[in-house]
């Protein structure tokens, strides 16, 4: 890297990061070396593991994963990959299996990870079964919070909840949604972008944006009779610790926790003011309500986006290259909610969020164009976020929430050099 990767100028109220950072096979290799090899990561949701057997396999940082709920009910982690000559163990993203039986020389494991049959078994030692050397390797460690299921490769990290420092406030207001408790909408959306990961963080938590990127998304709720509030979009960003940051802003469109639009008619608006009632008597006047009225943006460090806005949605996603990664999101919901309240939360989620909707395809739009942008990096060579540094107490499109992350991410890529 020619460049400083992060220039900061605090008289100036100038935040300066190197684009160099966006495109270096360098910088991408030690990202995963120091970052995503490192930090605890997004795994799962408690919900997806409601009986014994029930298990996902996904990629997490470049690793084949298989989450599984054994039969004594402990959620589990393994390397996705057979101990004994490598091929992938369970080749289906997500079910209910008693056992997972390797489809190359057919071992047999149990939702444990514990090798439980091999054919040719008296070909191995009693030890080989006994000392465990034909079972599923574990991820170092895994934990959960407020339903969250995180893992990390890094052995000595510390612990979930101290890692997640200010952010589990905002994930326990997530998890206290509904009394039913939440749960992960069956389905996902799977997608990849042309761009650095990086600069999807940036757009995830990017309150300034939205005007301008999504111009056909508003200009279409305006003309589609009561899809907006008088209701302008305004609030606060705040620094969580530990890189992680969040959005919390009013804004006119409607939620199905709890915010009424004209669209949704008498009917909807008893339902909206029942789910608002509960909410209150179970939280609170000011949870309830800040729940309901807020919306809010949260970024866990490294690539963890809970978007709880006219949907509430995670999204997890990995660079593979400097300049491609791949997305995954996921929507959550109240475990029990009435079918109308589902519909238009998932149809939100199809509308704004989805990869075929009003928000997503701008957005890739932006950030490819960015991208593209940064092969002038010799004579550009930075991008700016200073937006708000000089205020006490930014604003939710301000630039605060993005310094949180580079600053995170700078500490975390420069230790131990
Ligand atoms: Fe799995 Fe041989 S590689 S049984
Ligand atoms: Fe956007």
Known sequence: MGNQIVLVDESKHLYKVSRESFISNEVFEKEYEKIFDTCWLYAAHESEFN????????TIARRNILITKSNTGEINAFFNTCPHRGATVCRDKSGNAKTFQCFYHGWVFGCDGKLKNQPGSDSYSKEFVEEGYGNLIKVPKIATYAGFIFITFNEDAESLE?????????????????????????????????????LLVENSVDGYHAVSTHATYLEYLKNTNGSLNSVALNGKSYNLGNGHAVLEYTAPWGRPIASW??????????????????????????????????????????????????????????????DYMVVNGWALAPKEESEWARKYRLSNFLEFLGPGGFATPDDVEALESCQNGFKNFKHVPYSDISKGMNRESPSYDDELQMRVFWSQWKERISKGE
């Open 51 to 58: 009986k014994s057997g029930d298990f996902v396999a996904r």
């Open 261 to 322: 639009i004209p669209l949704w008619g008498e009917d909807g608006k008893q339902k909206i003011s029942d789910i608002r009632q509960e909410l209150v008597e179970r939280l609170g006047e000011e949870t309830a309500e800040r729940i309901a009225e807020k919306n809010r943006n949260i970024l866990i460090f490294p690539n963890l986006v809970i978007n709880d806005i006219m949907a509430l949605t995670l999204r997890t996603f990995y660079p593979t290259s400097p």
């Open 162 to 198: 101290d890692y997640l420092a200010g952010a589990k406030e905002y994930l326990d207001m997530i998890a206290s949604q509904s009394p039913s408790g939440m749960a992960i909408v069956d389905g996902s959306q799977e997608y990849a972008i042309r761009a650095n990961w990086k």
